[in-house]
């Protein structure tokens, strides 16, 4: 279970700003106990939990980084074609007979070790074969071609850390040592729910004033991305009671709740209530558009022992999107245990004017082109509401302007943080 206390997020102002609601979480936030071994094919996306070092060098041998010719750099002319005997031919998986001796080449393949003696390879295309021989030209640094053992990582050294989180790469590096299996935290456990009597579940009949509820699907899936272990628990009706068991009931044996919709201050939005009377709600309004309306808490299970983190959502999928990549998205990644992965935004030019108010980070949809200059233009879309799915559905990625700023005009930069960053 997550490793919290009741005002482990506390805050004492009236509305967070986002850069606080992170800090809280780096700092008071324990990442989950234990770890497990598990197969190479099977860690995709897990936190590594123990470094892996290298057993050996990687590459193990020095070898050749293309299809050539073997020398001994010096045996060249320096400013004239050199004429050498070529003795063997060695291929990627054999190894040379003998050293290599003066005036000698030997015909090598990618990936086969350098001959002794050898310590220079030509590139088949830039020499002249001549029956035995091989006529190669001048001007080849010393070293050129060859691969040297250990120089991607040397036996002994931090191949990955913990707490990293393991990609397509990370992978590969670990099968070059001969690693087979890797140690890796436990998955985040996260609940998942919907509020509210308008929402229905997609594939059952429309009723008159209902939607079909997309917030579950949208976090779920961003959830899983980040490797956490879902349980979707469906849409519970806006009844305080039944909001209340089902917090208790989900606390008991998840690490992380996350709920869409009612946190406002609505007479009908009860989430904030319940986690109120069973736990703790330590603040739900960040300084944040789209989004304002985020609570995070604690909420106690059935047992004094049990307890999971607790964040209520906005119930507009835009906010939706745009709090769980800057709340649920940190929080999730400090309790599985991963490094820290900041959200770089990086500089391009707007297309459009825009005006906000100061104290609050806002997040524009936009769309990116390439301007005449080779520079990114971003174009925000025409439709800016919290409700509009195809504003991230149409769009790149979002531009993000800070606190401080209060208008953008044509051409100004601001920051631009790609989808693909923010889902993982």
């Not at 990086?346 to 200059?373: H, I």
Request: glycine share 10%.
């Amino acid at each position: 279970m997550a490793q919290l206390t009741d005002d482990c997020f506390a805050f004492s102002g009236p509305l967070m700003p986002i850069a606080e609601a992170e800090r809280l979480i780096a700092e008071r936030v324990t990442p989950l106990a234990g770890s497990s071994r598990v197969r190479l094919a099977s860690a995709l996306g897990r936190v590594l939990a123990r470094d892996v070092v290298a057993s050996i060098d990687l590459p193990p041998f020095m070898n050749s980084a293309v299809d050539g010719y073997a020398v001994r750099h010096g045996d060249l002319a320096a400013d004239a074609e050199t004429r050498l005997w070529v003795t063997e031919r060695v291929q990627a998986g054999a190894s040379a007979a003998a050293a290599l001796g003066a005036g000698e080449a030997i015909r090598i393949f990618t990936g086969a070790p350098m001959p002794g003696g050898a310590d220079t390879v030509f590139m088949q295309e830039d020499v002249r074969s001549e029956g035995d021989h091989v006529v190669v030209p001048p001007g080849l640094k010393p070293g050129a071609n060859r691969r040297l053992a250990g120089e991607d990582i040397a036996a002994g050294t931090t191949a990955l850390a913990a707490g990293r989180r393991l990609t397509a790469a990370d992978l590969a590096l670990a099968a070059a040592l001969g690693v087979t299996h890797l140690a890796v935290r436990p998955r985040v456990r996260v609940a998942l729910f919907s509020t509210g009597d308008e929402v229905v579940t997609a594939g059952k009949p429309l009723g008159a004033a209902r939607i079909y509820d997309a917030n579950r699907p949208l976090i779920g899936a961003l959830l899983q991305r980040f490797g956490a272990r879902v349980t979707d628990l469906g849409i519970l009706a806006d009844d305080a009671k039944v909001l209340r068991d089902a917090l208790a009931m989900a606390a008991t044996d998840h690490d992380l709740i996350v709920t869409s919709g009612g946190v406002s201050t609505g007479e009908a939005d009860h989430v904030r209530t319940a986690v109120e009377a069973t736990g703790r709600l330590v603040f739900w309004r960040i300084a944040i558009k789209p989004g304002r309306p985020v609570a995070m808490g604690v909420v106690p299970g059935l047992a004094p022992e049990q307890s999971a983190a607790f964040v209520g959502l906005p119930g507009n999928p835009v906010a939706v999107f745009v709090t769980f990549a800057r709340v649920v998205r940190p929080l999730l990644l400090r309790l599985a245990g991963a490094q820290p992965e900041p959200l770089t935004a990086y500089p391009v030019r707007t297309a459009f004017a825009y005006k906000k108010k100061s104290g609050r980070r806002e997040y524009v949809r936009v769309s990116l082109s390439v301007g005449p200059d080779g520079g990114l233009i971003a174009t925000k879309h025409p439709r800016d509401g919290a409700g509009v799915i195809t504003s991230l559905t149409e769009t790149d990625g979002l531009a993000e302007l800070v606190e401080d700023v209060t208008r953008i005009e044509p051409g100004d930069t601001v920051g631009f943080i790609p989808y693909s960053a923010l889902t993982g």
